[in-house]
């Protein structure tokens, strides 16, 4: 309300001022026509200014536009570090990934400290199975400190290691659950929390 009393007594004496520099004698400011002149360019430009100083200033609407700076084909979920080690690259480790296979170390009581161990351990697994056993090709990770989501009962914990085989790797669940999943799994978070990778055979 303050501040538009305060443009309210500026235009009223800016409309003065003019008619004091046109000559019009019948005014209440008690100044000189050039003073007038001075006074309407100062109150055109420089009231901003003005109105700062006297703390009634408001600054014009500004509008917030989110600013992109990432390169173009750059995925967002890409962007996740993983904490530990780096991960080899002959262990293809794919972020917000869960594939499917038979278990060959349970991964509730098999934890390791980063994807890259947990790789390694896949590895290790392979090369001392013996003849006829299943040989690890694929380990999921779960890097979450809150844990990672799946449908089955039970709570899956930070550093979850789960060892794999399988003929044919096939995924559970890639970058995002879909919605149609979310809506029929309530407690399934929108980005799939775990990380996987296939070993080359």
């Avoid at 209440?28 to 360019?41: C, G, P, R, W, Y």
């Avoid at 390694?120 to 989501?149: H, I, T």
């Amino acid at each position: 309300m303050t501040t538009e009393a305060v443009e309210n007594w500026r235009d009223a004496k800016l409309h003065e001022a003019r008619l004091l520099i046109l000559g019009e004698q019948n005014v209440t400011l008690t100044i000189s026509s050039d003073d007038a002149a001075l006074l309407v360019e100062a109150m055109e430009s420089s009231w901003c200014s003005f109105m700062e100083v006297i703390g009634l200033w408001i600054p014009p609407a500004v509008i917030h536009k989110e600013h992109d700076d990432k390169p173009p084909g750059i995925d967002e979920l890409e962007e996740d570090l993983l904490a530990g080690r780096p991960v080899p690259p002959e262990c293809h480790a794919e972020l917000h990934t869960d594939y499917d296979g038979v278990a060959v170390k349970w991964g509730l009581t098999h934890h390791k400290e980063s994807a890259a161990d947990c790789c390694q351990a896949c590895f290790d697994q392979a090369s001392r199975a013996k003849p006829g056993e299943m040989k690890c090709n694929l380990w999921v990770y779960c890097p979450s400190e809150a844990g990672c989501y799946s449908p089955d009962i039970y709570e899956h914990k930070h550093q979850e290691c789960w060892l794999k085989f399988s003929e044919k790797p096939k995924l559970n669940f890639k970058d995002k659950y879909s919605e149609s999943y979310r809506s029929s799994h309530p407690g399934a978070p929108l980005v799939v929390p775990w990380v996987s990778g296939v070993l080359s055979a």
